[in-house]
């Protein structure tokens, strides 16, 4: 649609897409805006609300970001410094979890088969660190 209504040398005469969707948005009842619905790529009579990347996720209290970590775990100079991720599987029903140790790359899988929630990927990484012969974490 916007293509169509583009006038390069005009620029009073340019529409953002924006535009033409709140317009089609605003229309009334009727069957126009039910043919102007119909030409959408969607094809939705309502506009779904888009939520901010905040509102989307809770935040953790007291989280130290990434890039704030100290110069010798950015360095992989000390051993026993672990960085940690979560798989998710189709649907979000299956689960892996990662734990690799950053100086020496030693990587160990966590089986979370039912549950990977906060409290089942915990018990998980307590349970696979049990299994070390030698602490392998940094004070």
């Not at 959408?40 to 209290?61: C, V």
């Not at 030693?106 to 915990?122: C, E, I, K, W, Y």
Request: hydrophobic share 35%; aromatic share 4%.
């Amino acid at each position: 649609m916007t293509g169509s209504l583009d006038f390069p040398d005009d620029a009073e005469m340019r529409v953002s897409p924006e535009t033409i969707y709140q317009s089609i948005y605003v229309q009334g009842r009727g069957s126009l805006r039910r043919e102007l619905h119909q030409c959408l790529r969607t094809g939705r009579a309502l506009r779904k609300p888009q939520r901010r990347a905040d509102q989307r996720r809770g935040r953790i209290p007291d989280m130290v970001n990434i890039s704030e970590r100290p110069p010798e775990v950015e360095d992989r100079a000390v051993p026993g410094h672990w960085e940690g991720d979560l798989i998710l599987g189709a649907g979000g029903k299956s689960a892996i979890g990662t734990l690799v140790e950053r100086a020496t790359r030693f990587v160990m899988l966590l089986h979370l088969p039912d549950d990977h929630g906060a409290l089942a990927v915990q018990e998980a990484i307590v349970a696979k660190m049990a299994q070390l012969r030698r602490p392998c974490v940094a004070p």
